[in-house]
């Protein structure tokens, strides 16, 4: 186990924290007033663009629609008015089927932290995949390389168990953390995002709303989940409380940056507190780093806050773009019950498995990822685009006199306009009233940035890159300029 949790400001990706007192000010500021939507006859222009320069992708979604649900497979990939189907991505841009080019801000939804489809990392994979081939269901010694890369970059991890995906990771964890405390409720900080697993579609995107997503999911899968609101540590308290009289508390699991990797951002001492609370409950922490790890530094968001996890649940990053990203780290002890193999002297373990895991492409795309990350310092480079990202973008909104409240946690930058994900549960009416034309009005801001060149997440969250220079961000803020004199 490293020995210092302390991050080095010269490569953290967070150069500060942002006042959570003053960004949750503002956000309230932001749903109690009307929406500031794109003019009606802007937004003609708007679908005029997608109508004029994107036939390609309007076919090829189309066609999508006939044999795939909703036409996707993705749900990044849903963009107003339809999806755009891309050709090629290189570093801080994307082009389409139609020849438009974008500056990348999805990033694939966050893993792409040196820009997509490196070319060092590309070649280490076309090596792997001529040699080795994509999988052979047997030991690798990447398999090995990229865990100890894991264990000696990340504080809390002392051994690595590689999933397919984060939600598998999410599942795995849950169940390794009741087989060794014995204990069955698990409390989730609402509001997050946690993947799709029956047990953890539970109080999703907006805190407080329970189970009103869990279609198809029986109650009884989610009979021992609990959320509670966040930065509110007393009602976790509470729910500690109660729960050490009717069976006991197995973890705590929480995104560190904040619900949808900070959308409703942490106060920054509330991870410290939520381990404290789990030390004095016998309760497991588990931190979500899906987005966060090696994105906020190469030791991930409990480096930069100084707390070590019992749990570490890794994607994304992992294997920088590549599929089968997936993880859990942790301490050995723990980590012990994941072991693999028939049989043996483990008289007790969480059973996990799965084909493709831990496949030789993804370990070699992995390894040699996080090895360039830490060559290009690339989590501090994209956490100082996404500073100047903020800052450009802070001045165009404050020049307009708009309500919009922009701000950055490193290379993660959150750009609201609606709000629709900080509507109040305990506000019924207002949730009822707004929350589809809130929605509507995100998914027509973020069909505007797309037809001036912009590609982001869902038109409220954007990731920075290593591969963004000043010269991409200053264009970038021109064609934000422009959107926002729509309004």
Known sequence: MNA???????TSGISH???????DARLKALIRQPIRPIRREHMDQVHGYFEQQCQGSKRLAEQAATVIP???QHNLAFNYPFPLAMKSARGAHLEDVDGNRYIDFLQAGGPTLLGSNDPVVQEKVIETLRECGPVTGLLHEYEYKLAELVCRHVPSVEMFRMLASGTESVMGAIRLARAYTGKKWVIKIGGAYHGWSDQLVYGMRIP?????EAIGIPRGATSHTQESFPNDLAAIRRRLQLNRLRGGTAA?????LGPESGTRPAHKEFNANLRKLCDEFGALLIFDEVVSGFRVGLSGAQGYFKVKPDLTIFGKCLTGGYPMAGGIGGRREVMMLLAGGIGGKQTKRAFVGGTLTANPLSCVAGYYSLIEMEKRNAAAVAGRAGDRLTAG????????????????????VHLQTSGVLLLNVRNPIQLLREVNPRKHMMEEMGAAYMAHGLVTLAGSRLYTSAADTDEIIDEALNRFDDVFGLV
């Open 4 to 10: 210092s949790t302390q991050p080095d400001p010269q």
């Open 17 to 23: 924290w942002p006042d959570t007192d003053s960004i």
């Open 70 to 72: 909703g036409g996707i």
């Open 208 to 212: 407080g709303t329970g189970r009103r």
């Open 252 to 256: 705590i699991i929480v995104e560190p």
């Open 393 to 412: 973008l802070a001045a165009i909104i404050e020049r307009r006199g708009l309500p919009y409240v922009v701000y950055n946690q490193g290379s993660v």
